[in-house]
């Protein structure tokens, strides 16, 4: 019986032998093709109130578009004191081009600006490279490098994790660490690590793209950074509660 | 209470609509080939068919279809379907083994369209995909489809257009034997298929830029503490542990799930409760059809027991079971026989415990019987990781391979040993399975500790032998990955957008085809224009046009590459294959 299907087999193939490769004619359209997208995300806008019963409104946002590897980004955070009359403190602004390097890493380099909103004073311009995605135990990353027009090389680490509480809603806890490899005279920044910022923020979806939250931060200056506060009698550390809204479009 | 009052009066209305004009109301309605009554070897032939169903039921050797979309009524709401023929899900086709069909699809949508039989044998340039077959058809343009219909059983048809299918642009196939013999006294079609009031690209969108978006049965705090009670502090935490650290969730069991998608009975929600009809003491054949997007289902019809026929349309060795797993595109013919005068629920529910839709089959219309409960959240344990059989993980929990492994028939796959090259698949893959192993003899994720029988792949014997029984001569293997966080999935580490040219299979040759899910979800492959013998160990193998894998699961496939020319090989979960899990086969 074996031998019969074999035969009945290959009588089949003698038979079409006239087949011949198929070139797909260029002019049609591709079966699959590459999608490109983007996304605008609004981590935290919030308003803070400091235990020096200071108001700050802040935000911290990220733009990006593209395709699975290459991504263009812009990143932007910032806070504005209320009622104290000075311009609005721009953390960071950077426009970088990305390029995904491992499943969860993507490896950032463009340009950056920073310093206080206003014609009168400088801003900080600088190069910047970052380390972007998500590190083993899930926790979302952003760890920079930026070096200044001076040559002055300073780093800044980012890290949130999110506990869900509910199905929509979570505990986030985050950290920002700050520092700087050499001093900046220009931009009154000592070597060494400047700051540390924790915060733990408890978020409640309204819907995946809208979920205002409430939570609470503390910060504090740093190595030469606090002695250079102590110095000026300013506090090292402050405290404060926040409210706001992460979204998404 | 009022709302009582007005149900009942509600459930009078629908009792005297149905009773009054079944044939009136469900032509009214999507899918009018879904009619209660089903068929019969009394209205076997294609006239009566015709009077019965209308456009309906579509056979012969012409046939017209006109895709258009169009205001339907549909899950509940009012949306914009993809219609064929006025209907979403389209006509029933209806076609007879040996004769010659001629399809004319004219195309009345505002983008180009086509139509995939799927599991069809026929010529590759009838088959129907945009940009290997055919270069599509234009709006306004009508193709001819002509090939001779060399096969029988149940199938089905959809849009390979972007993500046309999504929007109901599906319909059944039927090919009877050319004696015209169903096997029962009656027969219905049981199509299933997911529907969404979102546009499809925007589905796709929430996949990639925000992982996890529809999935709302994730692991909280109070699993935690349910997991430290039951495994106590360290085990529980080491667990988590794991899957933290390889950045996995354990509960990602479907990407897109009840929380957008409403699931559909032949067209209908369940709350339609779409009838199917018998009478005592006949047998029925139900012919089962997965035409979702992106949903497994688990189909069983509590207190009846399950003949299965036919796996892809091909007649298997009859074996009985209480449940079927039906992954994305596959068919399955059962035979079953009700008792007395009895109703029965049909009850499909999507294998992440997200949704279910159900129907009835009873002597009566209107009736119906009670709903089973969805089953809690599944999760995935360590075989899904592909560690299955590694010592170290002991203790934890259990795979159902360990546990069977005593009495595992050997199959051929589980001789070839899989290697992975130092750096993984690239970027796009953001797991490898270091073990992957053989799982044709496990249910699937949900349904390990169920107590009845569940189909399985082991189950499947083929009822004749297949004409080419040559050894294999050419091994291809082809790894199924993905990187879940950017919704990249791929063959190989790479889209279908990176890859430089086809897969070839040399014409004439008898293929093995070894594939290795080295991701963490399910994926039902899809080889165009040839059959796919699976080697599970029985004589003769069953064949199947959709071959499902379970995470960290390999599986051999014998192919015989008897049909020149390319063909399309891509996962058929839509956003999958979207996303670039798509090959070419070139035949040559």
Same mark, same amino acid.
């Given at each position: 019986?074996?031998?019969?299907?074999?035969?009945?087999?290959?009588?089949?193939?003698?038979?079409?032998?006239?087949?011949?490769?198929?070139?797909?004619?260029?002019?049609?359209?591709?079966?699959?093709?590459?999608? #490109?997208?983007?996304?605008?995300?609004?981590?935290?806008?919030? #308003?803070?109130?400091?235990?020096?019963?200071?108001?700050?409104?802040?935000?911290?946002?990220?733009?990006?578009?593209?395709?699975?590897?290459?991504?263009?980004?812009?990143?932007?955070?910032?806070?504005?004191?209320?009622?104290?009359?000075?311009?609005?403190?721009?953390?960071?602004?950077?426009?970088?081009?990305?390029?995904?390097?491992?499943?969860?890493?993507?490896?950032?380099? @463009?340009? @950056?600006?920073?310093?206080?909103?206003?014609?009168?004073?400088?801003?900080?311009?600088?190069?910047?490279?970052?380390?972007?995605?998500?590190?083993?135990?899930?926790?979302?990353?952003?760890?920079?490098?930026?070096?200044?027009?001076?040559?002055?090389?300073?780093?800044?680490?980012?890290?949130?994790?999110?506990?869900?509480?509910?199905?929509?809603?979570?505990?986030?806890?985050?950290?920002?660490?700050?520092?700087?490899?050499?001093?900046?005279? %220009?931009?009154?920044?000592?070597?060494?690590?400047?700051?540390?910022?924790?915060?733990?923020?408890? %978020?409640?979806?309204?819907?995946?793209?809208?979920?205002?939250?409430?939570?609470? #931060?503390?910060? %504090?200056?740093?190595?030469?950074?606090?002695?250079?506060?102590?110095?000026?009698?300013?506090?090292?550390?402050?405290?404060?509660?926040?409210?706001?809204? %992460?979204?998404?479009? | 209470?009022?709302?009582?009052?007005?149900?009942?009066?509600?459930?009078?209305?629908?009792?005297?609509?149905?009773?009054?004009?079944?044939?009136?109301?469900?032509?009214?309605?999507?899918? =009018?080939?879904?009619?209660?009554?089903?068929?019969?070897?009394?209205?076997?032939?294609?006239?009566?068919?015709?009077?019965?169903?209308?456009?309906?039921?579509?056979?012969?050797?012409?046939?017209?279809?006109?895709?258009?979309?169009?205001?339907?009524?549909?899950?509940?709401?009012?949306?914009?379907?993809?219609?064929?023929?006025?209907?979403?899900?389209?006509?029933?086709?209806?076609?007879?083994?040996?004769?010659?069909?001629?399809?004319?699809?004219?195309?009345?949508?505002?983008?180009?369209?086509?139509?995939?039989?799927?599991?069809?044998?026929?010529?590759?340039?009838?088959?129907?995909?945009?940009?290997?077959?055919?270069?599509?058809?234009?709006?306004?343009?009508?193709?001819?489809?002509?090939?001779?219909?060399?096969?029988?059983?149940?199938?089905?048809?959809?849009?390979?257009?972007?993500?046309?299918?999504?929007?109901?642009?599906?319909?059944?196939?039927?090919?009877?034997?050319?004696?015209?013999?169903?096997?029962?006294?009656?027969?219905?079609?049981?199509?299933?298929?997911?529907?969404?009031?979102?546009?499809?690209?925007?589905?796709?969108?929430?996949?990639?830029?925000?992982?996890?978006?529809?999935?709302?049965?994730?692991?909280?705090?109070?699993?935690?503490?349910?997991?430290?009670?039951?495994?106590?502090?360290?085990?529980?935490?080491?667990?988590?542990?794991?899957?933290?650290?390889?950045?996995?969730?354990?509960?990602?069991?479907?990407?897109?799930?009840?929380?957008?998608?409403?699931?559909?009975?032949?067209?209908?929600?369940?709350?339609?409760?779409?009838?199917?009809?018998?009478?005592?003491?006949?047998?029925?054949?139900?012919?089962?059809?997965?035409?979702?997007?992106?949903?497994?289902?688990?189909?069983?019809?509590?207190?009846?027991?399950?003949?299965?026929?036919?796996?892809?349309?091909?007649?298997?060795?009859?074996?009985?079971?209480?449940?079927?797993?039906?992954?994305?595109?596959?068919?399955?013919?059962?035979?079953?026989?009700?008792?007395?005068?009895?109703?029965?629920?049909?009850?499909?529910?999507?294998?992440?415990?997200?949704?279910?839709?159900?129907?009835?089959?009873?002597?009566?219309?209107?009736?119906?019987?009670?709903?089973?409960?969805?089953?809690?959240?599944?999760?995935?344990?360590?075989?899904?990781?592909?560690?299955?059989?590694?010592?170290?993980?002991?203790?934890?929990?259990? =795979?159902?391979?360990?546990?069977?492994?005593?009495?595992?028939?050997?199959?051929?796959?589980?001789?070839?040993?899989?290697?992975?090259?130092?750096?993984?698949?690239?970027?796009?893959?953001?797991?490898?399975?270091?073990?992957?192993? =053989?799982?044709?003899?496990?249910?699937?994720?949900?349904?390990?500790?169920?107590?009845?029988?569940?189909?399985?792949?082991?189950?499947?014997?083929?009822?004749?032998?297949?004409?080419?029984?040559?050894?294999?001569?050419?091994?291809?293997?082809?790894?199924?990955?993905?990187?879940?966080?950017?919704?990249?999935?791929?063959?190989?580490?790479?889209?279908?957008?990176?890859?430089?040219?086809?897969?070839?299979?040399?014409?004439?040759?008898?293929?093995?085809?070894?594939?290795?899910?080295?991701?963490?979800?399910?994926?039902?492959?899809?080889?165009?224009?040839?059959?796919?013998?699976?080697?599970?160990?029985?004589?003769?193998?069953?064949?199947?046009?959709?071959?499902?894998?379970?995470?960290?699961?390999?599986?051999?496939?014998?192919?015989?590459?008897?049909?020149?020319?390319?063909?399309?090989?891509?996962?058929?979960?839509?956003?999958?294959?979207?996303?670039?899990?798509?090959?070419?086969?070139?035949? =040559?």
């Amino acid at each position: 019986m074996k031998i019969i299907n074999t035969i009945a087999a290959w009588s089949i193939v003698v038979v079409c032998s006239t087949a011949v490769a198929q070139e797909i004619p260029s002019d049609w359209p591709q079966p699959i093709k590459e999608s #490109y997208t983007g996304r605008v995300l609004f981590d935290r806008v919030e #308003y803070t109130r400091t235990d020096d019963e200071e108001n700050v409104g802040v935000w911290d946002m990220v733009g990006w578009y593209g395709g699975d590897t290459y991504r263009l980004y812009f990143k932007s955070e910032g806070e504005n004191k209320q009622d104290d009359g000075e311009p609005t403190d721009i953390e960071r602004a950077e426009l970088l081009v990305s390029k995904l390097i491992m499943p969860f890493w993507e490896l950032q380099a @463009g340009i @950056g600006a920073r310093g206080t909103l206003s014609s009168g004073t400088n801003m900080e311009n600088y190069a910047v490279i970052s380390f972007y995605g998500l590190a083993p135990y899930q926790f979302e990353m952003d760890n920079s490098l930026m070096i200044n027009e001076d040559g002055d090389i300073s780093f800044a680490v980012e890290a949130e994790y999110e506990i869900r509480v509910t199905q929509t809603s979570y505990l986030q806890p985050r950290l920002a660490l700050s520092g700087s490899l050499s001093k900046s005279e %220009r931009f009154e920044r000592p070597s060494g690590f400047n700051s540390v910022r924790l915060g733990l923020r408890y %978020r409640v979806e309204f819907s995946r793209k809208f979920s205002p939250y409430v939570g609470m #931060y503390w910060s %504090r200056n740093l190595g030469n950074s606090a002695d250079a506060a102590r110095l000026n009698e300013e506090s090292v550390s402050e405290t404060g509660f926040v409210f706001g809204a %992460r979204f998404w479009f | 209470m009022n709302n009582k009052k007005t149900n009942e009066r509600r459930r009078f209305i629908k009792k005297m609509t149905y009773s009054g004009s079944a044939l009136a109301f469900t032509n009214s309605m999507s899918a =009018s080939w879904a009619n209660p009554i089903g068929r019969t070897k009394a209205t076997a032939d294609a006239a009566d068919l015709t009077t019965n169903y209308g456009d309906g039921v579509v056979s012969g050797n012409t046939i017209d279809l006109t895709v258009a979309q169009q205001s339907k009524r549909i899950a509940g709401g009012i949306s914009n379907p993809i219609t064929v023929n006025g209907l979403s899900p389209g006509p029933l086709i209806r076609l007879r083994e040996g004769q010659s069909v001629n399809i004319n699809v004219t195309n009345h949508l505002k983008d180009s369209t086509s139509i995939h039989w799927h599991g069809f044998i026929l010529p590759f340039n009838m088959d129907g995909v945009p940009g290997i077959a055919f270069p599509g058809i234009e709006p306004n343009a009508t193709f001819s489809y002509q090939f001779d219909v060399k096969q029988n059983g149940t199938y089905w048809y959809h849009s390979h257009s972007g993500l046309q299918e999504q929007l109901g642009h599906l319909g059944p196939i039927i090919i009877d034997p050319s004696d015209g013999d169903i096997g029962a006294d009656r027969e219905h079609v049981i199509l299933l298929s997911d529907w969404t009031f979102e546009d499809p690209h925007t589905v796709f969108r929430h996949l990639k830029v925000a992982e996890g978006y529809y999935n709302y049965q994730q692991r909280t705090i109070k699993d935690t503490v349910a997991e430290i009670k039951k495994q106590g502090l360290m085990n529980a935490l080491k667990e988590r542990a794991m899957w933290a650290e390889m950045r996995m969730n354990p509960r990602d069991i479907l990407d897109v799930t009840g929380s957008t998608y409403t699931y559909l009975m032949n067209g209908r929600d369940a709350s339609t409760n779409w009838t199917a009809l018998y009478k005592p003491n006949e047998s029925v054949r139900l012919r089962l059809i997965n035409g979702s997007a992106m949903t497994y289902f688990d189909f069983r019809i509590p207190g009846l027991e399950m003949m299965v026929v036919a796996a892809d349309g091909q007649p298997i060795k009859p074996v009985t079971v209480d449940e079927i797993r039906i992954a994305v595109a596959e068919t399955y013919d059962v035979i079953v026989k009700p008792k007395g005068a009895t109703a029965y629920t049909l009850y499909a529910q999507s294998m992440d415990r997200s949704g279910y839709v159900r129907g009835t089959l009873s002597t009566e219309l209107g009736a119906q019987v009670k709903i089973p409960a969805l089953r809690a959240m599944p999760e995935r344990g360590m075989a899904a990781m592909g560690m299955g059989s590694m010592s170290s993980m002991d203790g934890m929990a259990h =795979s159902a391979t360990m546990d069977m492994s005593t009495n595992k028939k050997i199959v051929p796959v589980e001789n070839i040993a899989i290697e992975h090259n130092d750096n993984g698949h690239g970027v796009g893959a953001s797991m490898i399975a270091s073990n992957p192993t =053989s799982r044709l003899d496990e249910p699937g994720i949900g349904l390990e500790d169920v107590e009845h029988r569940v189909l399985l792949y082991s189950d499947l014997v083929g009822a004749n032998p297949w004409p080419d029984e040559r050894e294999p001569s050419q091994t291809i293997e082809l790894h199924l990955t993905g990187n879940m966080e950017r919704y990249m999935w791929s063959f190989d580490g790479l889209k279908f957008s990176e890859v430089k040219g086809p897969v070839n299979f040399k014409y004439g040759e008898r293929i093995r085809l070894i594939l290795v899910n080295d991701s963490m979800m399910d994926h039902p492959i899809h080889l165009h224009g040839m059959w796919m013998e699976l080697e599970n160990g029985n004589y003769p193998a069953p064949r199947k046009h959709t071959i499902s894998l379970k995470p960290s699961e390999k599986v051999s496939l014998l192919i015989s590459a008897d049909a020149p020319g390319n063909w399309a090989f891509h996962c058929h979960l839509l956003y999958h294959m979207e996303a670039g899990m798509f090959r070419i086969v070139s035949v =040559s």
